[in-house]
């Protein structure tokens, strides 16, 4: 399960998108989450109204399988309470419960909530309710760690699939300044070296 602060960033959100696509990693967001998303993006004028909305349904059309309904996730509002420390991110943690109170995976014992918003949660509470809390660049770098192969074809996909197509240092570049350093430093050092064609 993604929260808005990780989707906010370009670069992470397609990479991530594209490890769906290849079947390493499944991605989940709810309505009010890519809302959050689309007005963070307006706010800091990085797009418009209408780039965001169509961004939003690029964001569906791309990821199927992603959304967890509304519905759903204010069901478990008050499952997900404990797991919050401040209640307006209490949809985050309804959006990671919900996934597991509609069977999404079923026999599984925890799915991940991937955020850079690490004080805004209960950790060891999330973790009782079945949720891990991830900071997207442990989490990017731990599955360049377990699936390199599968990480390098993501990422050069994603910079093929872009229409300024950039280089591989360029968007390196981009995926640190949403905040993932160490998975770029990873990846340049892979591809510095030959390892993976990037």
């Given at each position: 399960?993604?929260?808005?602060?990780?989707?906010?960033?370009?670069?992470?959100?397609?990479?991530?998108?594209?490890?769906?696509?290849?079947?390493?990693?499944?991605?989940?967001?709810?309505?009010?989450?890519?809302?959050?998303?689309?007005?963070?993006?307006?706010?800091?004028?990085?797009?418009?109204?209408?780039?965001?909305?169509?961004?939003?349904?690029?964001?569906?059309?791309?990821?199927?399988?992603?959304?967890?309904?509304?519905?759903e996730v204010q069901s478990v509002f008050a499952a997900a309470w404990p797991g919050v420390n401040d209640a307006k991110d209490l949809h985050v943690a309804a959006c990671a419960v919900a996934l597991h109170a509609f069977a999404?995976?079923?026999?599984?014992?925890?799915?991940?909530?991937?955020?850079?918003?690490?004080?805004?949660?209960?950790?060891?509470?999330?973790?009782?309710?079945?949720?891990?809390?991830?900071?997207?660049?442990?989490?990017?770098?731990?599955?360049?760690?377990?699936?390199?192969?599968?990480?390098?074809?993501?990422?050069?996909?994603?910079?093929?699939?872009?229409?300024?197509?950039?280089?591989?240092?360029?968007?390196?570049?981009?995926?640190?300044?949403?905040?993932?350093?160490?998975?770029?430093?990873?990846?340049?050092?892979?591809?510095?070296?030959?390892?993976?064609?990037?």
């Amino acid at each position: 399960m993604v929260d808005a602060d990780v989707l906010y960033g370009a670069t992470t959100r397609g990479l991530l998108a594209y490890l769906d696509h290849g079947g390493a990693i499944r991605m989940h967001w709810s309505p009010l989450l890519v809302d959050e998303m689309s007005r963070a993006l307006v706010k800091t004028g990085r797009t418009t109204n209408d780039e965001a909305r169509r961004n939003a349904d690029a964001m569906h059309a791309s990821v199927p399988g992603a959304m967890v309904s509304v519905l759903e996730v204010q069901s478990v509002f008050a499952a997900a309470w404990p797991g919050v420390n401040d209640a307006k991110d209490l949809h985050v943690a309804a959006c990671a419960v919900a996934l597991h109170a509609f069977a999404y995976y079923p026999g599984a014992s925890k799915v991940h909530l991937i955020t850079r918003n690490a004080k805004d949660f209960a950790t060891k509470k999330l973790m009782a309710l079945g949720v891990v809390q991830r900071h997207p660049d442990a989490f990017l770098l731990e599955q360049w760690d377990d699936e390199p192969a599968a990480m390098a074809e993501s990422f050069r996909r994603l910079r093929h699939d872009l229409p300024s197509r950039p280089s591989v240092e360029t968007l390196l570049v981009k995926l640190g300044n949403d905040g993932q350093r160490r998975t770029a430093a990873a990846l340049l050092g892979a591809h510095a070296s030959g390892a993976f064609a990037l």
